[in-house]
Every structure is written in C-alpha cells, then in structure tokens.
C-alpha cells in the first residue's frame, strides 16, 4: 500500500484493486484517532483528528493491520427501470466503436453489484465483469446534472440521486428514489446490493426482486443493505419527496421558546440554515455540511451566548427576517449595510458582531455585503429546526436537512443559550471582490499526477474566483492552466472539505462545505485547516494566491508518500 497526505488531517490508502479496499476498510474500523473512512475505487481515505494521533503514528497503525481476505458477499438485487435517452449516450457509443443500441444492450446484460457508495447520499459506485463499460469522464463536469441521470465513468455505473453538479458520461435516466430517510434504510443502493437495469415501461417501478444466500453475507448481515425482496414506490427522483423529508419536531433535541420565532421576509440569494455540520456519514455519501464559515458562527453564537454549534441562519446576498417576541440576535461574517426597523416604523442602528435586542415585529435588513460574502445571523437560544443526522444543517447538494428558506417561512428559536452575552466582536477583515487572498495549501494526495511546471504555476499565478461558486465548490480561473504529467482515468476516490481539484481543462475546484465525499478528477492540493473559513467567505471577482504549507500529513519529508 501507498499512503499518501490528502490534507492536516487526513490519510489516503492506496491500495492495489477494488478489492483490498474494501477488506482494509473493514478491518480498520476502530481505530482510535479515526474520525471516518470512505472507500474508493482502489483507495481509503481517513480522516484522523490530529489531536489524538499524529499522521506519523496512524500510518503505522494502518500499516500493521492485517486485512480478512474474503471477496465481497452478495446482497440484496434490485431492478431499475431506465429511459436510455442520455445526453452523451451516443458519443460514448461512438468512443467504443459500437452503436448506441449495442451500448443499451451491453449494459441491460450486465450483473451489476454496488461496490461501494459515495459522491453524495444513495450514490453507489456499481461495478461488472463486463470490460466495455471503462470509459472516461467528460473533460470538464457539468454544473447541473438532473436527478435520476444513469451515468457511467471508469468502469462503474452510477445513479445520480438528486439534481447536482458531476463529470459522468450520461447514458439515461430514471424514476427510482436512491435515498430516502423515511425508508430502513434510506439508501436503495448500498455496498454488495446487485442491481439489474431493464428499459423503463409504463410502469416505471423499482422492485426488490430476488432474496441473497442465507448463508454468511446475506444482505442482513451487511450494514445498510436494502432487505431483499423489499417494494419500492415509484416516483420521479427531482420531486420534493424523494427521501429527504424533514423528521418530526420531537427529533429537534432543542427545546422550543414557546412565541419566539423568525419570519422570512426576504431571503436573498440563499438563505440556509446551519450548525457545524454531521461529520461521520462520508462513507453513506453524506458530507458533513455544516457552516462555510465556521469562525462566523462561533463569534455569532458567542455574542448572543450560545453554544459554538448553535444552529443559526447563513445568507448570501440581501435578506430581510421579522422577529416574533423578544430575543437577542448578532450579525457576523460578511460585512455589509444592518438596520433594524421596529413596529412603528423608527429606525434603530445595529452595529456588525456586538448583540443586539429584538421585540415583537423588528424587522432586520443586511444588505448586499461588501466584504466577505455569507452573513452568519444568530439568535439566543439557537434555531429549532428538527435535527437530520444529528445535524441541523443544510446540506445543499445531498439535499439532507432544512430545505432552502423562501420568503414567508418560520423558523422556531430554541433555549440553546448557555451564557451571557458578549458585546465585544473579535475583528475580521473579509475579503471584498477583486482583493488579493492567500491561501494556504498541503501538496498531495495526486500532486504526482502533474508536471513540475503545473506544481509551480499553482503557487505562482493568481487564479480569479468565477461566478460559478457556491457551497459546493468553487470555480477558478488562470490564465495558464495546470497541466498533467499523466494521461488517462483517476478511478473515485474519497476527498476532503478544501480539496483542489483538477479536472481535464486544468482550471481548479475548489471543494467547500457542502462538496462530494468521492470524486475523480486529481486533487493537486488541500487547503489547510486555517484557510477554509476564509474560503467560505470568497466572493466571485476575488483572487486567491496559494501559498505552500511546509508542513506535511506524512514522512519522509520532502515525499508525499509511504509505501509498504
């Protein structure tokens, strides 16, 4: 195996096939200091929290793990409707000199079986002995991919399950509904599920068809396996109910303040809720969400004496909200116009990051920012959105959590408050657009996928922040793009909040809250841990310098590799 530095804190195992990553994921559970494992294709990644363990020591952890040589076992098979009406389907027909109806044909045959999920939630990476199905990924991903999109990209087949940004080779379509948190378990698709396509008919129904072996690895003995011979509705994948309904109030673990809540009057370009996210879930595709700008919410919920976590609302752009009784609320991150009309009408001045009352019908207006690019708004008391996942974060591209908030909606404010309030803001200067930022970076873990020249343009060269940014990722662009040193596929790998990723025009990504758990264009770099808060709040117009971290995951120095 090669262990290679993915960022401050995290490792990625190289391994030599499907296979052992599968048995040496499994036999790493446990492990102190492991804060959660993704597989991948032919890799591991894992997240350690470096104040248990250093990456030194955990790489000899994993090192000595011996891993159980047995193969995959069988689970539960699922059947597929699908409409082969993809946008790429006949370029991909023609990379592989055959036509479009022997490509359906080749992919209706195929035993296909989920080796592992990722990408985001109900995503599974299906894999066949069929060798046809190795074909590359689209130069440069799509910003919109619909939702219930069949798609294949080196050597899998996947199901897009909700409408989201992805390179995948798009061969049809489908009505399925990949995850759902009312369904046990919510994800259709989970490792050693075998799945059989057939072409969609009037229908349209995904059934639970065949029972696996009894014996060792049944589909009962693999942990989040779909139980066999299960029925699963149809209905369209992009509609509002396809498995991310919002549990009841009893599941919020916030007590109500019974009267106080915040109206939405306007909610600006996007106005979400969040704490500090649901880490742990990576490995069922869920990314850990959580606030771009987690300094933000700490200063907010510090001022109005809330816990650090405290779930509070993340803005982007002009919003208004109304106050419903009386309360205490703070405005930090970006920095922009606040004013505070009360009932009446009078005008009252609010001042950036100090706590302020509220009453009965205050009505609160942050205008466009100037600096920086999310307000963090706080209330005492914390937001009582329901928790999903042990979070009440918005999750925008796994579409778990409260749902984008819209003009007229009212959130409940909890009695989160542990302390009194801080009337003394901690200072920040924010980016505005068309500042120069530095940030800094930790090489690897596919630094060796590009040339010399690529490794110092990185550094070197000033890359413009693109209007095609949100939480997800954020677009660059420089004038020399970075180029390859390798040519050919990255099979998918686990990758972190702060990756750079490069796809096939050379011009980066960089990943944020809200990104992928698996990818497969070649991360160049990570951001380090100091510098993704500040990411958060890069406007588009803003130019962004990386800077190279000295310190490295793991030893030797001066290599980005261990091999044993």
């Given at each position: 195996m090669r262990i290679l530095t993915a960022s401050q804190a995290a490792l990625l195992i190289?391994?030599?096939?499907l296979d052992e990553a599968v048995r040496l994921n499994?036999?790493?559970?446990?492990?102190?200091?492991?804060?959660?494992?993704?597989?991948?294709?032919?890799?591991?990644?894992?997240?350690?929290?470096?104040r248990q363990v250093t990456a030194e020591r955990l790489a000899e952890t994993l090192r000595a793990t011996a891993s159980d040589a047995r193969d995959m076992p069988p689970g539960a098979e699922v059947t597929i409707p699908v409409r082969y009406d993809g946008d790429d389907l006949d370029d991909v027909a023609r990379a592989l000199n055959i036509s479009a109806d022997q490509l359906v044909g080749r992919h209706l045959a195929a035993g296909w079986q989920v080796a592992f999920t990722g990408f985001a939630p109900g995503f599974g990476y299906l894999v066949c002995d069929d060798p046809l199905f190795d074909v590359p990924r689209r130069p440069s991903p799509r910003t919109r991919v619909?939702?219930?999109?069949?798609?294949?990209?080196?050597?899998?087949?996947?199901?897009?399950?909700?409408?989201?940004?992805?390179?995948?080779?798009?061969?049809?379509?489908?009505?399925?509904?990949?995850?759902?948190?009312?369904?046990?378990?919510?994800?259709?698709l989970a490792p050693g599920t075998r799945v059989r396509f057939v072409r969609a008919s009037a229908r349209d129904q995904v059934v639970g068809a065949s029972e696996g072996p009894a014996s060792e690895g049944s589909a009962s003995e693999i942990p989040g396996a779909a139980p066999a011979g299960r029925r699963v509705a149809a209905r369209h994948a992009d509609a509002s109910a396809d498995g991310l309904v919002v549990p009841t109030a009893s599941d919020a673990g916030v007590a109500s303040a019974a009267g106080r809540a915040i109206e939405v009057v306007r909610?600006?370009?996007?106005?979400?809720?969040?704490?500090?996210?649901?880490?742990?879930?990576?490995?069922?595709?869920?990314?850990?969400?959580g606030a771009a700008d987690r300094t933000a919410l700490r200063d907010a919920n510090r001022a109005v004496g809330n816990p650090p976590g405290a779930a509070a609302f993340e803005s982007v752009g002009a919003v208004a909200l109304r106050f419903r009784g009386e309360g205490v609320a703070?405005?930090?991150?970006?920095?922009?116009?606040?004013?505070?009309?009360?009932?009446?009408?009078?005008?009252?001045?609010?001042?950036?990051?100090?706590?302020?009352?509220?009453?009965?019908?205050?009505?609160?207006?942050?205008?466009?920012?100037?600096?920086?690019?999310?307000?963090?708004?706080?209330?005492?008391?914390?937001?009582?959105?329901?928790?999903?996942?042990?979070?009440?974060?918005?999750?925008?591209?796994?579409?778990?959590?409260?749902?984008?908030?819209?003009?007229?909606?009212?959130?409940?404010?909890?009695?989160?408050?542990?302390?009194?309030?801080?009337?003394?803001?901690?200072?920040?200067?924010?980016?505005?657009?068309?500042?120069?930022?530095?940030?800094?970076?930790?090489l690897g873990p596919r630094d060796d996928w590009f040339t010399d020249e690529a490794l110092r343009v990185l550094t070197a060269q000033e890359w413009r922040v693109t209007s095609q940014s949100?939480?997800?990722?954020?677009?660059?662009?420089?004038?020399?793009?970075?180029?390859?040193?390798?040519?050919?596929?990255?099979?998918?790998?686990?990758?972190?909040?702060?990756?750079?990723?490069?796809?096939?025009?050379?011009?980066p990504v960089l990943f944020l809250a809200d990104h992928p758990v698996t990818g497969g264009y070649p991360i160049i770099a990570a951001l380090t841990e100091a510098s993704l808060d500040l990411a958060g709040q890069l406007p588009p117009g803003a130019r962004v310098r990386f800077r190279m971290n000295a310190e490295r995951a793991t030893p030797p120095a001066g290599s980005a590799a261990l091999t044993a």
């Open positions: 190289e391994t030599t096939d499994a036999a790493w559970d446990g492990v102190p200091g492991v804060i959660e494992r993704v597989p991948g294709a032919r890799t591991v990644l894992v997240r350690f929290d470096p619909p939702a219930g999109s069949v798609a294949l990209a080196g050597g899998f087949t996947g199901v897009y399950p909700r409408e989201s940004p992805g390179g995948w080779q798009l061969i049809g379509r489908t009505d399925a509904v990949l995850w759902d948190l009312q369904r046990d378990p919510p994800a259709l909610p600006g370009l996007q106005l979400l809720v969040q704490d500090l996210g649901r880490p742990g879930y990576a490995a069922q595709g869920v990314s850990a969400s703070a405005v930090t991150g970006a920095t922009g116009d606040l004013s505070m009309t009360d009932a009446r009408g009078d005008d009252r001045v609010i001042a950036h990051g100090i706590p302020f009352a509220t009453r009965d019908g205050d009505e609160l207006v942050l205008g466009s920012p100037t600096r920086g690019l999310r307000y963090t708004i706080a209330v005492r008391g914390g937001l009582a959105e329901p928790a999903v996942l042990g979070s009440r974060s918005s999750d925008t591209l796994g579409g778990v959590g409260p749902a984008p908030l819209t003009a007229g909606d009212v959130v409940a404010v909890g009695a989160d408050a542990i302390d009194a309030v801080d009337v003394f803001p901690w200072e920040r200067m924010l980016p505005a657009p068309g500042d120069l930022v530095d940030l800094d970076i930790t949100d939480r997800v990722g954020m677009r660059l662009q420089g004038d020399v793009s970075l180029e390859r040193a390798r040519a050919g596929e990255l099979p998918s790998e686990g990758v972190v909040t702060g990756a750079i990723q490069v796809p096939s025009d050379g011009q």
